[in-house]
């Protein structure tokens, strides 16, 4: 079961890491395997939401989703969007780009260091937002309860998020934005730029969420009109099931596709905070993305999605930590080993924790089990 479903990520995988160590040898490997892990790790919960959804659908949407939407979402978005991010910030022809990464390493770096200060802002504030509505929201399951419960009773005030991620960018302008770091070693001053690429982050943010929602919102209604119908076949009134039913399943992928390309988008700016160079990010988006479609496939035929309750708390808690280094790096470097390190064990430490959680389940439930008996026999 485990080799059928990932064995061609194992097999890309593999491939990825060995192509990394010929192209920049053991250096490359690591940050290959490090930004690998990190995005399988991100992943997980856009697998877990991807498969919550896709269940409901039949075999062909589902069949549609995992070939064509995740080429268009996860491959697209994973492989092709960092090369836009670099032609947009650096102002460079796509082939340009490409062929500076690959022929002229030197002057990408420089480049994409000069560009740096943008792509930072744009993608700090994104990733904030994330993490910013990710701990406002008031949730039954909490990983860190001392600090989520009083964060969900913070979150109830309108716009909270907005506005503090706002006042992250002011701060981060006047600060980071008016020394930023040169490819050269020397500093200038690139406060309005911050400003202006911050908020750029903020809007398609916005725009993403607010699609995410229509969808939703759409796919909601197409579910109580299907429910209606049938609940009217069982009172022998006639229905159109067949075109419902695609009409949902139509609205269903739709939204996944965009669920599925905002997931990917905090996956490369993620990898921005861990390497500039484009061969090595392409490596690790790109096992990334294949364990996207085996974790979707996993879940789905597994049926076992609530094993793991904190991994999601993990992954986002890793996003806020990726997006506060994002905005520190306009100004200093950091060693993307440790930015890599941060993430992991952040989603380490939630998975260890959904361990102990599940195992103190299982004594609970041993434990009533064999009072029980006891119990019976007093009586």
Partial sequence: MIMKTFGWSFAVTALGLVTAIFYGGWTAFGVVAILSILEISLSFDNAVVNARILKKMNAFWQKIFLTIGILIAVFGMRLVFPVVIVTISAQLGPIEAVDLALTDKDRYQELVTDAHPSIAAFGGMFLLMIFLDFIFEDRDIKWLGWLERPLSKLGKVDMLSICIALIVLLISSITFGAHAHQHD????????????????????????????????DKLEEEEREHEAEEQ???????????????????????????????????????????????????????????????????????????????????????????????????????????????????????????????????????????????AATTV
């Fill in 185 to 216: 070693g020397t500093h200038a001053d690139k406060a309005e730029t911050v400003l202006l690429s911050g908020i750029a982050g903020l809007i398609t943010y916005m725009i993403v969420g607010g699609l995410s929602g229509y969808f939703e």
């Fill in 232 to 374: 009217a076949e069982r009172e022998g009134k006639p229905k159109s099931a067949v075109k419902l039913a695609g009409k949902a399943a139509f609205f269903m992928f739709l939204y996944l596709e965009v669920l599925d390309a905002s997931f990917s988008f905090d996956g490369v700016i993620g990898a921005f905070a861990i390497t500039n160079d484009i061969v090595l990010m392409a490596l690790g988006l790109g096992i990334g993305a294949m364990y996207v479609r085996s974790l979707t496939v996993y879940l789905v035929r597994q049926g076992t999605l609530d094993d793991y309750v904190y991994l999601e708390h993990g992954a986002h808690y890793a996003i806020g930590a990726l997006a506060m280094i994002l905005l520190v790096t306009i100004q200093y470097e950091i060693n993307e080993i440790i930015t890599g390190l941060i993430g992991v064990v952040l989603i380490g430490a939630s998975f260890w924790s959904s361990v102990r959680r599940n195992r103190a389940i299982t004594a609970a439930e041993d434990r009533s089990g064999n009072e029980q008996p006891k």
